[in-house]
């Protein structure tokens, strides 16, 4: 099929998490036989960040605003798929664009369900408004579990199916290097995210000064207090991350609270880690046991003093098994590939789905 994608960014994966998620998604889908064009708004923050310039598997094309959009009527209406992503730039009037010329699937794929939720109740359309939601044909979401019901009782979504997030398993593997750290975090800074990164990392950094920790990602103000043994790391680019994961003994997973919330809402950090044989700590939510099992894939941590226990008290013998058995268990059902296949599989139903509601119409 030819799929066209409007999403956040492709070209760049300076502080955003919607890069590495549609690069590892739509080369596995371009290796499926199928045609793809990435159109991302041109902005300054990410011009200047980028660390993809011509992928191998897509088209990727920049427009300045929605009347330069427009240039792509032609490949838009005759695509068999439009997706648009969440945190796109005034999405909601590029949904309206959209559903008004596509003639094919219209799908809305957010990276950010919880957080969207949350703007909606606010009365914040950002990105996405009620009224465009039922003219999606299908709503695909990071977030599985009882909020996709929601979505579609709520919201009146024809069909709201879970997308998680994933891992290119061929880029993302065990490497043979030193290790450096102790404990590890790699993600942009949250206000939300901030305390538990206090509680579960940074008290830990203070009662274990012999170990050795680190925190990487952008946009952490300069007012935070690190500890001495806690090493700063700006940005980590995507073809780094397996270096830096088997750089670390453990790494932590930290959950924004709207998600934690939500439940069902796995980090891209969660595949990663575990694909690359690195033992994760996570914080707690409803549905993790459903994709790794605490203890024996994925150590959980509530205080300080489990963070504490993990590091003290796991052997490198028991670590090491958890990150394989973690890696085993994601190579199995958590790969860009798999993620392509559902895909694949969820346009299809959605276009018999349309096609039905027409008919039922009529």
Same mark, same amino acid.
């Given at each position: 099929?030819?799929?066209?994608?409007?999403?956040?960014?492709?070209?760049?994966?300076?502080?955003?998490?919607?890069?590495?998620?549609?690069?590892?998604?739509?080369?596995?889908?371009?290796?499926?036989?199928?045609?793809?064009?990435?159109?991302?708004? $041109?902005?300054?923050? #990410? =011009?200047?960040?980028?660390?993809? /310039?011509?992928? +191998?598997?897509?088209? %990727?094309?920049? @427009?300045? *605003?929605?009347?330069?959009?427009?240039?792509?009527?032609?490949?838009?209406?005759?695509?068999?798929?439009?997706?648009?992503?969440?945190?796109?730039?005034?999405?909601?009037?590029?949904?309206?664009?959209?559903?008004?010329?596509?003639?094919?699937?219209?799908?809305?794929?957010?990276?950010?369900?919880?957080?969207?939720?949350?703007?909606?109740?606010?009365?914040?359309?950002?990105?996405?408004?009620?009224?465009?939601?039922?003219?999606?044909?299908?709503?695909?979401?990071?977030?599985?579990?009882?909020?996709?019901?929601?979505?579609?009782?709520?919201?009146?979504?024809?069909?709201?199916?879970?997308?998680?997030?994933?891992? $290119?398993?061929?880029? #993302? =593997?065990?490497?043979?290097?030193? /290790?450096?750290? +102790?404990?590890?975090? %790699?993600?942009? @800074?949250? *206000?939300?995210?901030?305390?538990?990164?206090?509680?579960?990392?940074?008290?830990?950094?203070?009662?274990?000064?012999?170990?050795?920790?680190?925190?990487?990602?952008?946009?952490?103000?300069?007012?935070?207090?690190?500890?001495?043994?806690?090493?700063?790391?700006?940005?980590?680019?995507?073809?780094?991350?397996?270096?830096?994961?088997?750089?670390?003994?453990?790494?932590?997973?930290?959950?924004?609270?709207?998600?934690?919330?939500?439940?069902?809402?796995?980090?891209?950090?969660?595949?990663?880690?575990?694909?690359?044989?690195?033992?994760?700590?996570?914080?707690?939510?409803?549905?993790?046991?459903?994709?790794?099992?605490?203890?024996?894939?994925?150590?959980?941590?509530?205080?300080?003093?489990?963070?504490?226990?993990?590091?003290?008290?796991?052997?490198? *013998?028991?670590?090491?098994?958890?990150?394989?058995?973690?890696?085993?268990?994601?190579?199995?059902?958590?790969?860009?590939?798999?993620?392509?296949?559902?895909?694949?599989?969820?346009?299809?139903?959605?276009?018999?789905?349309?096609?039905?509601?027409?008919?039922?119409?009529?």
């Amino acid at each position: 099929m030819k799929l066209v994608v409007l999403g956040l960014s492709l070209s760049s994966s300076w502080g955003n998490g919607h890069a590495t998620t549609f690069r590892a998604l739509l080369q596995a889908f371009a290796e499926r036989g199928h045609d793809i064009l990435f159109l991302e708004r $041109d902005v300054p923050w #990410y =011009r200047t960040q980028r660390d993809l /310039q011509e992928p +191998d598997y897509c088209r %990727l094309e920049f @427009y300045n *605003d929605l009347d330069d959009l427009r240039r792509w009527t032609a490949e838009i209406a005759g695509a068999d798929a439009v997706m648009v992503g969440s945190y796109v730039p005034e999405g909601v009037e590029v949904a309206r664009f959209v559903q008004e010329v596509a003639d094919g699937t219209t799908t809305f794929y957010d990276i950010d369900t919880p957080v969207t939720l949350a703007k909606l109740r606010r009365g914040d359309f950002e990105y996405l408004s009620p009224e465009v939601i039922p003219g999606f044909d299908v709503y695909l979401s990071f977030t599985g579990g009882p909020t996709l019901d929601f979505i579609e009782q709520f919201y009146a979504s024809p069909a709201a199916r879970p997308l998680y997030c994933s891992v $290119d398993a061929d880029r #993302y =593997r065990p490497l043979d290097v030193e /290790q450096r750290w +102790d404990l590890s975090y %790699l993600g942009t @800074y949250s *206000d939300d995210r901030q305390p538990t990164l206090d509680k579960l990392l940074n008290a830990a950094a203070r009662a274990l000064p012999h170990r050795r920790f680190c925190v990487a990602g952008p946009q952490y103000p300069d007012g935070i207090s690190w500890p001495a043994n806690v090493e700063r790391i700006d940005h980590v680019p995507p073809a780094d991350h397996p270096a830096f994961y088997a750089a670390s003994r453990f790494t932590l997973n930290v959950t924004r609270a709207d998600m934690i919330a939500a439940g069902w809402s796995p980090s891209v950090r969660l595949f990663e880690a575990a694909a690359c044989a690195t033992p994760v700590i996570s914080d707690v939510w409803d549905g993790l046991d459903s994709l790794l099992q605490p203890g024996s894939e994925i150590l959980l941590a509530r205080a300080t003093e489990d963070v504490i226990a993990a590091l003290e008290g796991v052997g490198l *013998d028991q670590a090491r098994e958890i990150g394989q058995t973690a890696r085993k268990r994601v190579l199995a059902a958590h790969t860009a590939r798999h993620r392509a296949e559902e895909l694949e599989r969820h346009l299809a139903d959605a276009r018999v789905g349309s096609a039905k509601r027409v008919r039922e119409v009529a």
